[in-house]
């Protein structure tokens, strides 16, 4: 997986590509971050391309062993498996301040009044 602009670190977040960014880590992917023939992170490569708070992020991402294949997946569900409804749930639940749109009180009491259909 390429290492810009793709959300592969285990917070989430992104790396942005530098716009002074050196051709030759133009398409530099995630494995180019690791020692040779180890699932361990080249620490001394990963402080020489990003700075501290970045490079702080990167290594706090876990490799974990018993993984041999990476695979995308949607953070979001826990299977992993991208759902229409599931982004629907994260804009309404998270993205998206909906705080002023509600009313306090326990709304949750009128739909268990046992009342005509009308009211």
Known sequence: MPIWDNRWLSNGSIIRKPLNLI?????MTVSDLLLDNEKCWN????????GNDT???VLKTPLINSVATDKIVWRYEKNGIYYVKSVYRYCVEDAIDSSHLTAPGQWSLIWKAKAPPKI
């Open 43 to 50: 620490t001394q490569l990963v402080h020489d391309i990003f």
């Open 55 to 57: 490079a702080t992020r």
């Open 23 to 27: 051709w030759m880590m133009d398409n």
